[in-house]
């Protein structure tokens, strides 16, 4: 990967290319991008974990609640579940469904990946009353109705990177030297990065770095012109714009990870790591509302979990035994709504289109 990287940087302009065009080659290309080698990424044997993964109580609840709340809102049975990785989460929605509603589902997913692709299928063989559909992007499937799922996506976003130095906002590019690859800051020229700024009215400090998601735009746009009505669900970990101000993140949130292991510098191990920035919740929210999606509510996972009624399932699993799978589920459920636990590090940002008043009563 690592030539790759430095062949694409040979022929680009002024020899350097942006921290997007890195991350964008280095997470995505059709051959030796992260996530499309085949590759085990999630678990122990992996690079990180999902709340998805740690227990099938987190997909089963959100699938439980979205089968309370359709009709409510007026919904059919869909789902579009995009970036759905190993294909636990959607096998854990669809069995929470059932368990509330006769109702066939039907659950898109939108996967580009050839190996996840593969894990999905096997994991979510043999499932019955459920139509399965695959597509490379939403814009691609048939949903105009339902709810939109992600878990982690935007946080695997190519981002560029900024950084303020004597006063004057620099773009940091990636550049080949000696078969190094290393960064080069240059004044930021990018309209759109300077505009993104102007927008989420960022006063960056004095050696400050952040980064900015410019494909978050075109991405919420063509979700936005597909949905006709519908909720978008957004699992992730990520800042406001004051919590970015805070002197502890002048170095931004880009990291890599590469078997369990935080790595701050992302040029090491292209192609073999897991690449990730927080999201900016505050841009989700401004260019979502831009373009027609209503903000409904921002809350912290396990919060949200508690809202929908996780406490319910933890009490219908009493076990004394330790060992029991009752006992290890309410374990799971624990460690998902303790202080401490996975949920206090995610967020849950939920818009809607096309609601009406049914989108005061999330819960």
């Known amino acids: 990967m690592k030539e790759i990287i430095k062949e694409f940087i040979a022929v680009s302009p002024k020899r350097m290319i942006t921290y997007a065009d890195y991350m964008q080659l280095a997470l995505y290309h059709p051959e030796e991008g992260y996530y499309i080698k085949e590759r085990q990424k999630i678990g122990k044997k992996g690079d990180f974990y999902t709340s998805s993964n740690v227990s099938d109580v987190f997909g089963k609840l959100i699938g439980k609640w979205y089968a309370k709340k359709w009709s409510d809102f007026g919904l059919p049975p869909s789902v579009c579940e995009i970036g759905a990785g190993n294909g636990r989460f959607a096998r854990a929605f669809i069995e929470g469904w059932r368990e509330m509603n006769a109702e066939t589902l039907t659950y898109y997913i939108v996967e580009k990946s050839p190996y996840h692709r593969s894990l999905q299928n096997a994991e979510l063989a043999g499932l019955e009353d459920v139509i399965i559909v695959h597509g490379d992007t939403y814009a691609e499937t048939e949903m105009h109705k339902g709810m939109i799922f992600s878990n982690e996506l935007f946080d695997a976003f190519p981002v560029h990177v900024v950084e303020k130095i004597e006063g004057i906002v620099h773009e940091v590019f990636v550049a080949s030297e000696d078969d190094q690859l290393k ?71 880009l990291r890599g990870y590469y078997n369990h292991q935080m790595y701050h510098d992302i040029l090491e191990h292209p ?93």
Not at 280 to 297: P, R, T, V
């Open 271 to 363: 192609g073999e790591m897991d690449l990730t920035s927080h999201v900016h919740f505050d841009a989700l929210k401004d260019i979502g509302e831009s373009f027609g999606l209503e903000f409904l509510e921002k809350m912290r996972q396990d919060e949200f979990l508690i809202a929908a009624g996780i406490l319910d399932e933890l009490g219908q699993h009493q076990d004394p035994n330790p060992f029991s799978e009752a006992s290890k589920r309410n374990r799971a459920i624990r460690s998902l709504i303790l202080p401490g636990g996975i949920s206090q590090s995610f967020d849950v940002v939920i818009q809607g289109k096309g609601l009406g008043e049914s989108a005061q009563k999330l819960f």
């Open 183 to 253: 960064e080069i800051k240059v004044p930021v020229s990018d309209e759109r990065i300077i505009r993104f700024l102007n927008d989420q009215q960022f006063v960056l400090a004095e050696g400050q770095r952040i980064e900015i998601p410019l494909a978050m735009e075109p991405f919420i746009n063509s979700i936005a012109k597909k949905l006709d009505k519908g909720l978008l669900v957004t699992v992730d970990y990520g800042y406001t714009k004051d919590e970015w101000m805070h002197p502890s993140r002048r170095q931004g949130s």
